[in-house]
């Protein structure tokens, strides 16, 4: 495993968290893929400018790693535009995968690029769409996601910074995997927080959320 600086970001508030008729402003999304709410957009806002203003996030992600879930692939946009790096879609960081549905109902890769340009269409994930399978529950979707970020890390021969960015579950794996602790070591970051780890895969911040001010901070589901 390479030595690599790695972010741990989960999601912002979801828009089926406050409305529940949404999918009438967006009837391009299956109801399994909620985007963003309006707190949750400008929550990505402030873990986006959280990265340009402290001093202590460094090195910088120079690449998103991302769920193809919308509300991810939203998250992971505010954050690239603002640190002007590509991000990258894996379907192995998706959410649990309990819907009875295969392949799961979120955009494609080209769908998905046609909103949000960042995207790197040359990417090739370590799980594709339609490899997903039906899963019991957040062990599996943790063990699943850890498998995957083990491998993304091997693959990273250049020690490049990685921000990995995913669900209440995958957070959890993605955590399992880098950890220098791996036994016992995962939990559920809130929405919006910020996990990171140095070179050395020491944990320096664990689901920090002092960038999320007043009414952005409330209510993050850590579960």
């Known amino acids: 495993m390479s030595s690599t600086v790695v972010y741990v970001v989960r999601h912002a508030e979801r828009e089926d968290y ?6 009438a402003e967006y009837p391009y999304l299956h109801s399994s ?5 309006d707190k949750g957009f400008r929550q990505a806002k402030a873990t986006a400018q959280r990265f340009l203003d402290d001093e202590l996030l460094r090195p910088l992600p120079g690449v998103i ?5 919308i509300r991810c692939v939203q998250t992971a946009n505010e954050i690239a535009t603002v640190l002007d790096v590509s991000i990258w879609v894996e379907p192995g960081f998706s959410e649990v995968q309990n819907g009875g549905t295969y392949p799961p109902h979120f ?6 690029k046609k909103r949000y340009p960042r995207i790197d269409e040359s990417y090739k994930p370590i799980i594709s769409r339609d490899a997903l399978s039906s899963e019991w529950g957040d062990d599996d979707c943790a063990n699943r996601t850890a498998n995957v970020v083990a491998k993304l890390l ?5 020690g490049m910074p990685i921000l990995f960015l995913g669900h209440g579950a995958s957070c959890y794996g993605m955590v399992q995997a880098v950890s220098s602790k791996r036994r016992n070591n995962g939990f559920y970051q809130g929405l919006a927080t910020i996990t990171q780890f140095s070179s050395t895969l020491d944990t320096l911040l664990k689901g920090c959320s002092s960038h999320l001010k007043c009414d952005l901070g409330t209510n993050l589901r850590a579960y």
């Open 18 to 23: 406050s409305k529940s008729n949404w999918m």
């Open 33 to 37: 893929d909620p985007p963003l709410a």
């Open 65 to 69: 790693i991302t769920s193809p879930y």
């Open 107 to 112: 955009l494609k890769i080209d769908e998905l």
């Open 154 to 158: 091997q693959n990273n021969v250049s």
